[in-house]
């Protein structure tokens, strides 16, 4: 079946091939086209079945209206959601959105980027990997809109969204103290940016001034070797000389796993150890697993992030910085 054109619509109608093209690209109001014959154009285009040509569109006016996304780890459920908002805010202005998985790998990081800039992608958002800030240099040299999302690289001169990691974990550890822990422990992935190192300073300097600070109870696991590291971590604060009051975990997988390696060992929550998570996990409110959280307001920051992206699109040359306040809450037990 042939592809419908332009010059299709036009000669079944008798009018320019100028004046569809004025038509179907929104242009006609201005162009003297009378509202009954746009009308007629618009529905002969849709019972023809013209599908406009995206390459040609693209090449014509430069954009391509797709945006790439880059994420670290598209299996967390916080990944998953800020994609899925980010892409419903994108559809909003009439783009497309390629999402990406890095794994915290530089490598793969760097691969994606140069895959996104291949396409043309009219901007990027992206979670940045550790180190990699050369590699996000790639856009800034290409003039490429971008915005940092979750994490930031200092003095990188780029948009950025995220939450206010460390007043979160700072609150969150008060109020750990405040329910009378004593020994509280902090995992976190051994990741030296912003978004990790500000939750595990939070909950840090919380500790220090309550002078409950206890440098052998702060633990960095390496991402690759998570599993079998967050392990080993919950079985060496189980075996403590003194009772470990308290778990503080800085990222939601990393608490998934923990609780797991917990129930394992026989770790009860919260009668032997209360649980903090630097995230909101649904399914541990069905299961009835009674830890509190720090919830972020993920479909904000979706939003966010595409509107500051458009802006730049439309050729907005402001570089800021936008932090959400993020939420402390407490799954409750059944019997409480």
């Known amino acids: 079946m042939a592809t419908v054109s332009m ?51 693209s090449l014509r006016t430069g954009f391509t209206k797709t945006i790439g996304v880059v994420v670290t780890d598209i299996s967390n459920e916080f990944f998953g959601r800020l994609a899925f908002h980010i892409q419903e805010q994108a559809k909003k202005y009439g783009y497309i959105v390629i999402t990406t998985n890095t794994n915290e790998n530089l490598n793969e990081f760097d691969d994606l980027i140069t895959i996104l800039l291949n396409k043309r992608v009219d901007g990027i958002i992206f979670v940045p990997v550790d180190n990699g ?24 001169e780029a948009n950025y969204i995220g939450v206010n990691n460390y007043k979160a974990s700072a609150e969150a550890t008060e109020a750990l103290i405040n329910m009378k822990c004593r020994h509280i422990a902090v995992i976190c992935y051994d990741i030296h940016l912003n978004a990790l190192t500000e939750r595990r300073n939070g909950c840090i300097d ?8 206890e440098p052998g109870l702060i633990i960095n696991v390496d991402y690759e ?65 009674p830890i509190h959280y720090i919830e972020q307001p993920i479909r904000n920051m979706g939003e966010k992030a595409v509107d500051m992206l458009i802006e730049q699109i ?23």
């Open 7 to 57: 010059q299709d619509i036009a000669d079944r109608l008798g009018v320019s091939k100028g004046t569809v093209s004025l038509v179907l690209s929104g242009k006609a109001k201005n162009k003297r086209v009378s509202r009954e014959l746009c009308e007629k154009i618009v529905r002969t285009a849709k019972d023809m079945d013209y599908q406009p040509n995206e390459i040609a569109r």
């Open 133 to 156: 800030q050369d590699i996000a240099l790639k856009i800034f040299n290409n003039n490429i809109p971008m915005v940092q999302i979750d994490r930031y690289y200092p003095g990188f």
């Open 206 to 213: 919380a500790l220090k001034r309550n002078g409950l600070y």
């Open 225 to 289: 070797k998570q599993e079998e590291e967050i392990e080993q971590a919950i079985v060496d604060l189980k075996n403590k000389p003194f009772k470990v009051d308290a778990i503080f975990f800085c990222s939601r997988r990393i608490c998934i796993t923990g609780i797991k390696y917990m129930h394992r060992t026989g770790i009860k929550i919260p009668d032997d150890m209360q649980v903090l998570c630097f995230d909101k996990i649904e399914s541990f409110q069905i299961a009835n697993i």
């Open 314 to 336: 439309n050729g907005s040359e402001e570089v800021c910085q936008y932090v959400f306040d993020a939420a402390i809450n407490t799954v409750k037990s059944v019997r409480d």
